[in-house]
């Protein structure tokens, strides 16, 4: 069974492997305002992949500072990225038809509140006139 730590930390990783894929430059500095997470949090994410060989470390041949770092993903990497992905699209999608169901719900109790009061909404709208 998957707990919400569970997610959360999967949303993490899929979020930091994105970012990675796309900007194999940032410092973990930048990864972690991007993501939401102290540098301590990403520090400890990017050891973890490192040592599970999800993603190498070289040097970011264009910087000017050769201290900078490149975080590449790994054929690994990729497919754990790839698992990831579909993991929080699955979880997203429930989320969104989870609250497409509750915004559902609320109208119709505007409706009805509006029907017992005599007022009339709008869909989407917040604004309420009286009959």
Do not use: C, W
């Not at 979020?15 to 301590?40: D, F, Y």
């Amino acid at each position: 069974m998957t707990t919400g730590r569970d997610r959360l930390r999967e949303d993490v990783q899929f979020r930091i492997l994105r970012l990675l894929q796309a900007n194999p430059e940032m410092s973990q500095r930048e990864l972690a305002l991007a993501v939401g997470v102290s540098t301590g949090s990403i520090h400890y994410v990017l050891k973890a992949f490192i040592d599970k060989g999800i993603i190498k470390l070289g040097n970011f041949a264009a910087s000017e500072d050769k201290r900078r770092y490149a975080y590449v993903l790994t054929p690994k990497g990729i497919t754990a990225k790839a698992e990831l992905a579909r993991k929080f699209l699955a979880r997203k999608m429930a989320e969104y038809e989870a609250l497409k169901d509750e915004i559902a719900q609320v109208r119709a109790d505007l409706e009805v509140e509006a029907d017992a009061t005599g007022a009339i909404t709008s869909p989407g709208s917040t604004t309420r006139t009286t009959r």
